[in-house]
């Protein structure tokens, strides 16, 4: 039986999950109170292992229907690479259309 990673398994699914990076979550937070939380790009960086992943998954969970991402290795991105999530996500996903799909900073999962 194939194992999930720790880091997928235990990946927090909103954001009363997260632990720290307080000032993110009030950012966020008062972002989407503001309605301004789409229409952005987020530059997340810091060492790894702090959760930057996370928080990205969080932030496109917010901004896009949740089933409405793709996840992406940036070490094997090609322009083929960005072609094809954006043909899959062209589609209706939830009810709702996807003009620009949300890529995710690299990792070996899902979510």
Wanted: hydrophobic share 40%; proline share 7%; with cysteine.
């Amino acid at each position: 039986m194939l194992r999930k990673a720790l880091y997928v398994e235990h990946r927090p699914a909103d954001w009363s999950q997260l632990v720290g990076h307080e000032k993110l979550k009030r950012s966020i937070a008062a972002m989407r109170s503001r309605g301004s939380l789409g229409g952005r790009a987020f530059w997340i960086s810091g060492a790894s292992g702090i959760g930057k992943t996370s928080c990205a998954g969080l932030i496109a969970g917010d901004v896009c229907c949740p089933d409405n991402f793709v996840e992406v290795d940036a070490g094997e991105l090609t322009p083929k690479a960005i072609d094809d999530p954006e043909r899959l996500l062209r589609r209706p996903v939830c009810g709702c259309w996807s003009a620009s799909p949300t890529i995710l900073p690299p990792s070996n999962a899902c979510f």
